[in-house]
């Protein structure tokens, strides 16, 4: 049987071995407070003359794989992912239509403000690289951006109108 202060020169190398088995330091934390604890309720277990720290690091790796294998059985078992992806629903009427006016009223934009549009508010660019890819100083790309902000706006706006108008008739 061991004496608890003896495994305090221990938890420093504990605590690396813990680091290389979980990648994560909060992890690697956890674990090393439960392979303490269960070395302190196991210590009349404990042969004088055995190596502490390899004893409490089997006891770690133990606790380490039991982990692991719980949470592959049950984290993976009963993902909600999937079940999820199956209850999706499709677009209602509305958002389909209001999709095809989006893509009606950018294809009556020309090809620049298109391009600017679709780059920096569909694929999230930099204004800075898209200036950079067309050529152009970034002043033309904020301008066309504006105008193509608007040009949508106003394409949307006059749709809307429609909708109200048929509405009342």
């Known amino acids: 049987m061991f004496q608890p202060q003896e495994l305090v020169p221990e938890i420093t190398r504990l605590h ?9 330091v909060a992890d690697a934390e956890d674990l090393v407070q439960s392979t303490a604890l269960r070395a302190l309720e ?31 059985k049950f984290e993976s078992q009963y993902d909600p992912e999937p079940i999820i992806q199956l209850q999706r629903t499709p677009a209602n009427q509305y958002e389909r239509m209001r999709c095809l006016e989006v893509d009606e009223a950018m294809q009556k934009m020309s090809k620049e403000h298109r391009q600017v549009l679709n780059a920096i508010c569909v694929n999230g660019m930099k204004y800075k690289h ?20 608007g040009h949508l706006q106003n394409s949307l706006a006059n749709v809307n109108e429609g909708y109200v108008e048929a509405g009342r008739a």
């Not at 690396?16 to 994560?24: D, I, P």
Request: glycine share 8%; aromatic share 14%.
């Open 130 to 149: 898209v200036a950079k890819e067309m050529g152009v100083p970034i002043g033309t790309v904020r301008s066309r951006l504006y105008r193509a902000r």
């Open 16 to 24: 690396r071995f813990a680091l290389r088995l979980t990648g994560n």
């Open 42 to 72: 196991k210590k009349h277990q404990f042969r004088d003359g055995t190596d502490l720290f390899k004893w409490c690091s089997k006891i770690m790796f133990n606790l380490f794989v039991s982990g692991y294998r719980r949470r592959v």
